[in-house]
């Protein structure tokens, strides 16, 4: 009996002590694998010395790939393969967020508003040699639109299965159902990957979806090596790559779920770099100075957003949600969560891009006429919210903790729900949240992709107008910016639908983020696009 | 018998860990120097100091008082669960073992299908499914744990059912649910109850375990287990986030175990 005693209390003792070091447990499971193992068969001794081996890369992100069909996924981690996976007719590179020629050399623009035609590269090849076609652009295209999911959402409307005309194998005229500014923009998106039309042989039920979850058709820089889902995807250089071949042979991105462990393997050079997401601004601060590591900074197209759901009691008053926007401490959100790496915004155009508008109402932290604000709405007496945040963002709860505690001041009592990703999402989508923290970076750098997901009625729920605003007047203006090609009147059109929301106050947005990334400092050729920070340009990168 | 308690130094200390987080839980509001729920950006990770005993978290509010508070969510869990789990399962574990038959049949299978699953991952997936609050750990550890007490009911009960105290209630005439709840019951429920207060120290730790995986406790409240969860980023910078909350966790799970093990050792008639 007494053995036995002593038994329980150790156990007791072994647990809470794990428990207390959970985060470090998970570390040692971690280094057991260091990423030398595996594929690459280098002598043991490189690794040790700075850099480690040169030919291979290791990045690491916390949040899982889900699969690789380019046009099914809409996940960052996902693009961030695709995009290498793959190419399109047009790409983004480096810092600009104009786009490039890429498997198109060059292209005419429409003299009838609606018709472009391409010239493809003839060099181009997929990873099995075949030649990149017109066929296998139009193939593309008709496949996105058919399988009804992320990709489809960019071209509906835009394009449809007729719009395709083959001149010959490496020109191809694509005519729009009807005048759609952006159009070349979204061609060099993560939708517009073009795969190899071979996969028609694989397509069963499903348009091929379940086929190329776990391959890769196309016809980028790396192809894919393997991949052990939840822990590491390996992408090797294209060693027949019809552009320029890339200088890293090898890169892992590695799913670390402990951003400590991440941080830790970063430290110790296991790693080279770390999404940008991962860490927070916090432990970002530490890491500065540190040996052999470096902050990249750039300005970003990230903007953090509240929405409201002015489908729910009392969010449908417009005086309440001004109440909330006075109730925002937007300086201590600046300064203490985010540590300086942000500044103001008023809507969700980021400064810096086309349409952005200077002048719209900023909403001052004045609890006081919150309070007057509230009385006015004949809601003086308080009353309960909910803000829905998705966990494991450090950088949200601390905002969400933050309202909490102002918002009791003006009398509303907010209940912070704290959900898985996949939760949050069907829960925002569905409309059934009342305030919700959310974050946006725009996939090409038009003033339209932003406000049509943010402001049309149509794009309420899953096409992301998470506040279910309604604005017939704003519809009208969207859908005239999508058809006129005069660029003054388009910045006059974005500049109006941001002043009305800026009054209107469907979303509270806190503030424009900058881009930090951490970094071993051997690692060169690494450009930040403020637009895509999901985007690595692998392709690019060169270790020393 | 208090002699024979106190006689024990690891239950005496059992004893007074038990005695000061009961204090602590009653006392909070006086005792803490700060509002726990006070967010202060300014003084975010401040090292303990003359101010801050504990330190600050990651948006300044007092570690030590937090602490304080969350005696009261640790010993609420602790006590409903076990409160709620231990009469289930003692009148389930009675009339199995009592009635015995088909009864006894359905009544122990269902236990069984309960132990067959770990009891945090049962626990877990409860708590998943009903989504994360405070109030769904607590049902959640409540349904995985009463078949515990059933097991232990049911074996006393067919260890005493034959006795000759139950046969003379038979005899005089008792009706069979008077001869359960006024004969069985009570003369059968000692070593369940035991188990019961060595089992509030495990419930602490099974719902920390839970709020620290994010299935428990929201923000703000000063769960120990997600504050444990909150602090696992900045562990290497801002030590005491972690520390404090650990060693809290620690302090009261050892705390209810010393004390149920020296009430094992005084009641278990197999010890004397």
Redesign the interface.
Known sequence: ?RKN?FA??ML??A???L??L???NKYNEETTKTPTDGKDNQPKQTEKAGSGNPDVFNYATNQDIPHLDPHGTSSNTSFRVTYMLYDRLVTYDGTDTEIKPQLAEKWDLPEDGVTYTFYLNKNAKFHDGTPVTAEAVKYSYTRALKIGKSAAGQFNGVIDENSFEIIDEHTIKIKLLKPFSPFLKTLGTVFGNIVNPKLSEHEGNDNGEAYLADKDMGSGPFVLDSWARGQKLVLKANSDYWGEVPKLKTVNVQIVN???TA?LMLEKGELDLLDDTM??P??LK?LEGADGIEILKSPGYAIDDISMNIEKKPLDNVKVRQAIAHAVNYD?IIN??LLGAGERIGGIIPKGMFGYNDAVKLYDFDLEKAKELLKEAGQEKGFKLEIAIS??N?VR??I???L???FKKIGIDL??????WPTYLDLVTSGKHQLAIGGWTPDYADPDYNLWYFAHSSSKGPGFNLAFYDNKKVDQLLEEGRQTVDEGRREEIYKEIQAIMAEEVPYIFPSQRKVQVPVRTWVKGFEINPMNTWYVPFQKITKD | MARRLFSSPLTLIGLFIVLMIIVLTIFAPWISPKDP???N??Q??LPPSSEHWFGTD??GRDIFSRIIYGTRISLKIGLLVVVIAFPVGTVLGAIAGFVGGVVDQIIMRITDIFLSFPGIILAMSIAAALG?SIENVLLALAITWWPWYTRIVRSSVLSIKNAEFVESARVIGANPIRVLFKEIIPNSIAPASIQAS?DL??VI?AA??LS?I?LGA???SPEW?AM?S?S??????AWWA??FP?LA??VT??GF??LG?GL??LL?P??R
Do not use: W
């Open positions: 009996m005693n329980i209390k007791v003792l647990l809470t002590v428990l207390a959970a985060g470090c402990e951003p400590a941080r860490l927070s916090d432990v530490q201590s203490d969560v966990e494991n450090e709860k601390n969400a903790v933050m909490q505690s102002d209940e912070i729900k704290s959900l898985a | 729920l006070e967010v950006l300014g975010k990770l990651e948006v994360p060595l120290g495990f730790l920390a375990g620290f994010g929201q923000p703000p287990g444990l909150s696992r980023e900045i562990l290497r910078d972690a520390t650990g966790i620690l799970v050892l175990n010393l093990d094992r050792d278990d197999k010890n």
